[in-house]
């Protein structure tokens, strides 16, 4: 799965690589979590990308409240063509969530006696990038308001994520973005082919502070050195 990333680049260097004005006041961000509103690229009705923003969690249009954005920030690749949180949005509602690394942890033992171990995980050269996600429109019954809400499309993991956790974010490569974006595309096996996990020898990976385990940690420092146990 992917339950927390960051976004910590450049905006000019943002605006470069995805070819769209920036917002400025969502960066730099360490530690984005579920819920909270994440930066995205979508495409316009005259088919120019632009930079807006969704929450974290993505709500399907018949939810009967915020609650289920718990259970979606992720969408399995392997269901999501069928399963009914996701199938609507998977055919029509496509974007990329940018990112230049995610957080995933490593489980030994259980119980109290288990022990985690966060990692950061980017591409190779520290980039920016892109993960496939998908989005919808809720609307709150009770005081009408509009949300607008996303998830993550996972796959297994590669080389580099298996000894840390088995599944790992879809990273998009540039020349697939025009593609998934493209709304008049909605042949599922054509989107499918697109949600592979990207390749090992291109990423790596280092740990990191624990602190990053506390969403209320958002500075630099959560992606400091890893505290070991005294014991």
């Known amino acids: 799965m992917c339950g927390r990333f960051a976004l910590t680049a450049p905006a000019s260097d943002i605006a470069e690589i995805f070819q769209v004005d920036v917002l400025p006041d969502i960066l730099p961000r360490y530690n984005v ?3 909270t509103q994440v930066a995205c690229v979508v495409e316009e009705d005259d088919g120019q990308r632009s930079m807006q923003t969704f929450r974290w969690g993505l709500i399907p249009r018949w939810a009967k409240d915020k609650k289920i954005a718990y ?6 690749s ?9 199938r609507a949005a998977f055919k029509r509602r496509r974007l990329l969530i940018l990112a230049d690394g995610f957080y995933e942890w490593h489980r030994v033992g259980t119980g109290k006696a288990q ?37 993550i499309v996972t796959t297994e993991g ?3 994520m298996k000894p840390i956790h088995d599944r790992m974010p879809v990273i998009l490569p540039a020349d697939r973005w025009d593609l998934w974006l493209d709304r008049s595309v909605d042949d599922k096996s054509v989107l499918q082919e697109l949600l592979v996990p990207y390749p090992a020898d291109d990423m790596k990976e280092r740990r990191v502070s624990k602190s990053v385990g506390n969403v209320r ?4 420092e ?5 505290e070991e146990d005294d014991d």
């Open 33 to 35: 979590a579920p819920t």
């Open 115 to 151: 022990k985690k171990t966060p990692h950061l995980i980017q591409l190779a050269d520290g980039r920016p990038f892109a993960m496939a996600g998908l989005w919808e429109t809720w609307v709150d019954p009770e005081t009408e308001e509009e949300l607008r809400s996303c998830t």
């Open 78 to 86: 392997e269901t999501v063509a069928s399963k009914p949180a996701f």
């Open 222 to 226: 959560v992606q400091g050195p890893f």
């Open 217 to 220: 940690n958002k500075g630099p």
């Open 158 to 160: 590669n080389d580099l």
């Open 71 to 76: 259970r979606t920030i992720n969408a399995r």
